[in-house]
């Protein structure tokens, strides 16, 4: 069974950066690859997603601070978020539109930055 499995997550100070890694196991083939986020009392919401033909799409509130890769031959995606704000704050989720085992989410990973 394919699972997904982030790292990276922690704490940093406001302007500070944090990069996010999410490895699938085994080898597959998706559709996209997605972060979201979900802060206390809000709904999860999508940071950043790339598709497999490398197109990017970006919520608004992290357009040129954060940026989206993958690294096929790792089955990775990762999350560089610079110039981190507080309202950054929440827990990321990884997530994956994988051929032939649908939509998976790994655990979640909490970041949060200080003022």
């Known amino acids: 069974q394919v699972q997904l499995v982030e790292l990276g997550g922690g704490s940093v100070q406001a302007g500070g950066s944090l990069t996010l890694s999410c490895a699938a196991s085994?080898?597959?083939?998706?559709?996209?690859m997605a972060w979201y986020r979900q802060a206390p009392g809000e709904q999860r919401e999508l940071v950043a997603m790339?598709?497999?033909?490398?197109?990017?799409n970006y919520a608004n509130s992290v357009k040129g601070r954060f940026t989206i890769s993958r690294d096929d031959a790792k089955n990775t995606v990762y999350l560089q978020m610079n110039s981190l704000k507080p309202e950054d704050t929440a827990v990321y989720f990884c997530?994956?539109?994988?051929?032939?085992?649908?939509?998976?989410w790994g655990q979640g990973t909490q970041v949060t930055v200080s003022s």
């Open positions: 085994g080898s597959i083939s998706f559709n996209f």
């Open positions: 997530n994956a539109g994988v051929v032939g085992s649908g939509v998976l």
């Open positions: 790339v598709t497999n033909r490398g197109n990017t």
